[in-house]
């Protein structure tokens, strides 16, 4: 199989990868339940972790970042962690439904809530971000990367206006963490919310959230901890506060693993890489007739995805038909981004997704090319 549905998740992962995963279900135990070698030795693999993923963030303190089981985890927490009755939230239609859906939940319960429009190529208009400021706002959170049309989106200027104005900035890093480079001092980010089954490398059920020192978030949930066993409240100082019960060890093995690849390799190589892949094939495919191609390809920055419509073609007729006949994966339908398809008018009819990994070669991107082609030239 020819897999292009990376934006859903790396399916490849480097070797080492999958031997500390298995390494560490021979060998380890609970971390901080116990002094037993099994116990300590999955401490020391979820300190050194952390530490790894604070060095790639440009964290300040490594006990800042939480460990989660994934973005939507990360951010329910910084959503339903922070903001309160009263309070107003922008965001925009670029937002993947982890954002989108706890935000509406928290407007049920008296959050006022902004979504800011995009243009015609699905950049968000960040001057109308900043005119939608009010009294009362607390947050903005917005994408770093669209899983939809594979758009940029600089959090930089929008972090350094958000701290102009006093407010929290929050940042969905689902399709950039370990691909671009993020800095969450120099980037004025508040919360960073990160998974690790993508751009990381790491196997599913692992992700995290970085909290700036000074911010305090409501725990989504409580419970064993390993310290202060007898106090009725759950611990507040992070990164416990927002870990409660056994972590995912096993996975965070395959994590710690991935972070050494990515460093190893060099994250500026690998997107170049998966750039040069999705230029091949967004230059191979645009110009046929029939092929409409969403997202702002005036970027030379872009995360290494390619949607696109054949005609009047149900996606998911499309994605069958490249899945059956030329064994290739990809992504159809919705993809969890419902705003982002109502601005660019696929509601109904979807739309393909090719989404890449450095993973993938040229080989594989031109028979993608050659079967665009095909199936355009059908009747």
């Not at 970042?65 to 009263?86: C, Q, V, W």
């Not at 607390?138 to 930089?156: A, E, F, R």
């Not at 700036?212 to 064993?224: M, S, V």
């Amino acid at each position: 199989m020819i897999y292009m549905d990376n934006a859903a998740t790396t399916m490849h992962k480097p070797q080492e990868v999958i031997d500390a995963v298995v390494n560490a279900m021979n060998s380890m135990g609970n971390a901080g339940r116990g002094a037993s070698e099994a116990a300590l030795s999955a401490s020391r693999v979820i300190y050194d972790t952390r530490d790894r993923l604070a060095e790639l963030f440009g964290a300040e303190d490594a006990r800042r970042i939480a460990f989660t089981s994934n973005s939507t985890e990360s951010l329910n927490i910084a959503i339903k962690g922070s903001l309160n009755p009263g309070d107003h939230v922008i965001t925009t239609v670029l937002e993947h439904n982890s954002v989108l859906r706890p935000l509406y939940e928290m407007e049920k319960n008296g959050v006022e809530l902004s979504i800011i429009r995009c243009d015609e190529k699905g950049m968000p208009d960040i001057s109308q971000m900043e005119a939608s400021i009010k009294e009362n706002t607390k947050m903005i959170i917005c994408t770093n990367g669209s899983n939809l049309t594979g758009n940029y989106v600089d959090v930089s200027v929008i972090g350094k206006m958000a701290h102009a104005h006093g407010l929290m900035f929050v940042v969905d890093a689902s399709q950039t963490a370990g691909v671009f480079p993020i800095n969450v001092q120099e980037m004025n980010i508040d919360i960073l919310c990160f998974t690790g089954h993508k751009g990381l490398l790491a196997p599913q059920g692992t992700g995290g959230i970085y909290v700036k020192e000074g911010i305090e978030l409501r725990p989504l949930k409580t419970g064993g901890s390993g310290i202060q066993t007898y106090s009725k409240e759950h611990p507040v100082q992070m990164p416990t506060a927002l870990e409660a019960g056994t972590l995912n060890g096993h996975g965070i093995a395959g994590l710690h693993a991935a972070l050494g690849y990515l460093k190893k390799e060099g994250i500026d190589n690998i997107r170049r890489k998966e750039q040069e892949l999705m230029w091949r094939f967004y230059n191979g495919v645009k110009d046929i007739p029939g092929v409409k191609i969403y997202g702002d390809y005036s970027q030379k920055e872009r995360c290494a995805i390619v949607t696109l419509n054949i005609g009047d073609y149900d996606s998911s007729e499309v994605s069958d038909e490249l899945l059956m006949e030329y064994n290739i994966s990809t992504r159809s339908g919705g993809h969890c981004a419902p705003l982002m398809h109502k601005a660019l008018g696929t509601v109904e009819q979807g739309a393909v997704r090719f989404s890449f990994s450095h993973y993938n070669t040229e080989e594989e991107v031109d028979a993608a090319i050659r079967a665009i082609h095909e199936l355009a030239e059908e009747p």
